[in-house]
């Protein structure tokens, strides 16, 4: 079986950052204030003007990471933030944090594994792996479910160019 950078198609194209988190988040921006939720973007100033994408892929996997966070966040005082940035490898960092309940450890642990995959759990996310690898990037999530400090945040990096 093929890998996700040899099966997923790509249309890559130069595409204005701040435009595709335009894209990306119009409808979330609804979709949050009508549950209460805040949703933040960030983008950071080492961001370039443009990337080279597939930019129907990657704002795909943006709005799907937030609508993934609106399951799970908790109406007024809920907060999902979009931050994009640049990592020291010249890779884009595009990161979907929120203010839920945070993952279980066991169930952190299977979350982007295909053979632990069962209807129920996360499709959405291991397609934006798919995406990120097409990209030759990769998909990382970080969860914390402690009472005062819980959050999940899910990070895509992908290479510049």
């Given at each position: 079986m093929p890998?996700?950078?040899e099966s997923i198609p790509l249309v890559r194209q130069d595409v204005?950052?701040?435009v595709l988190l335009e894209v990306a988040t119009e409808v979330m921006q609804r979709q949050a204030a009508a549950h209460g939720v805040r949703l933040n973007i960030h983008i950071d100033d080492s961001v370039p003007t443009t990337v080279h994408v597939d930019r129907?892929?990657?704002?795909?996997?943006?709005s799907s990471l937030i609508g993934s966070a609106l399951r799970h966040v908790q109406g007024p005082g809920g907060l999902i933030i979009v931050g994009v940035s640049c990592d020291p490898q010249s890779?884009?960092?595009i990161a979907v944090r929120d203010n839920g309940p945070g993952i279980a450890a066991e169930r952190l642990s299977k979350l982007l594994r295909r053979d632990a995959w069962r209807p129920g759990s996360a499709l959405a996310l291991?397609?934006?792996?798919d995406i990120a690898?097409?990209?030759g990037g990769r998909l990382d999530v970080e969860s914390k479910t402690d009472g005062l400090d819980h959050?999940?945040?899910v990070r895509m990096t992908i290479p510049l160019r």
């Open positions: 890998d996700a950078s204005d950052v701040g129907d892929k990657i704002a795909w996997a943006i890779r884009l960092a291991l397609l934006v792996d690898t097409a990209h959050f999940t945040s």
